[in-house]
């Protein structure tokens, strides 16, 4: 599967962005979809996860009750709703996505094997 990362953008601290992952090659419901971000210096971070089937959802704890992660499987697109952004959400965000049963290591990186390109969101203060 081929992923499309866009949305992002320069944004005031307490503004919001919705970032879309558009997906195609595969069927996008047989992929678990998750949002990683990485910041100049730092390494790449857990954003969100949906799992495949189930559609449950995760999150990493700096964002947990500001992102909400979506899909839209009709469409082929994975969406990623952040609000009250702030400085430190600055960074290259990536979609990414698992064919495979990984229900329980959706945080991991090395779990997903295809990424999109990153999309830059920069929030100032």
């Known amino acids: 599967v081929q992923l499309q990362a866009s949305g992002g953008g320069l944004v005031q601290a307490g503004g919001s962005l919705r970032l879309s992952c558009a997906a195609s090659g595969r069927t996008f419901s047989r992929y678990t979809m998750a949002w990683f971000r990485q910041a100049p210096g730092h390494e790449r971070e857990f954003v969100a996860a949906i799992r495949r089937g189930s559609g449950s959802t995760s999150y990493g704890d700096s964002v947990k009750g500001r992102v909400t992660i979506s899909r839209d499987n009709a469409k082929s697109t994975g969406y990623l709703q952040m609000n009250s952004l702030k400085p430190e959400d600055t960074a290259v965000y990536y979609c990414?996505?698992?064919?495979?049963?990984?229900?329980?290591?959706?945080?991991?990186?090395?779990?997903?094997?295809?990424w999109g390109q990153g999309t830059l969101v920069t929030v100032s203060s």
């Open positions: 990414a996505a698992s064919g495979t049963d990984i229900a329980s290591s959706v945080n991991n990186r090395w779990a997903y094997a295809f």
